[in-house]
């Protein structure tokens, strides 16, 4: 053996895949399902019948869960389709700074500081007027293939 050390870049996932295979016929609507590397949730799936040759189709229209765009996809429904890996976590929100970053407080008291503010007008009110008026806030984070935006937010009362 050699007397070099040896050192990894370590990674929080352990290398797990950001997605899994599912064959397309088995995925329904408001499952999730990738389309042109974007994770989507299923709104919409059509199969069409067996042709001349012999596989039938799903077409999926999808929404991207991040930036909302709407991509179809048709794919023969004994195919393989790639399916995210989509979670929900719930941070406690601690801060909000002026360049559009949030600061929130994790399960294990950490804090998280490198999430934007949401893109959703909507939403972004909520927040601000919320945390500009004293209440506890609690974010709901969706994260998949590597990307993590606030998707929701509960009001847990005055602190």
Do not use: W
Not at 88 to 111: A, K, W
């Amino acid at each position: 053996m050699s007397d070099e050390e040896h050192h990894f870049e370590s990674k929080a996932d352990a290398g797990a895949s950001k997605t899994f295979p599912q064959q397309a016929g088995t995925i329904r609507k408001n499952g999730y399902i990738v389309i042109k590397a974007r994770p989507c949730k299923v709104v919409e799936v059509s199969t069409s019948k067996t042709g001349k040759h012999g596989h039938a189709k799903c077409h999926f229209v999808g929404i991207d869960i991040f930036n909302g765009k709407k991509l179809e996809d048709i794919v023969p429904s004994s195919h393989n389709c790639d399916v995210p890996h989509v979670t929900r976590t719930d941070y406690q929100l601690i801060d909000i700074s002026e360049d559009g970053f949030v600061s929130l407080l994790t399960e294990n008291g950490n804090t998280k500081d490198d999430l934007r503010l949401p893109t959703d007008e909507n939403l972004l009110a909520q927040i601000k007027d919320g945390f500009e008026s004293g209440k506890d806030l609690v974010v709901s984070v969706m994260s998949s293939m590597g990307e993590e935006q606030i998707c929701a937010l509960k009001d847990i009362g005055p602190k």
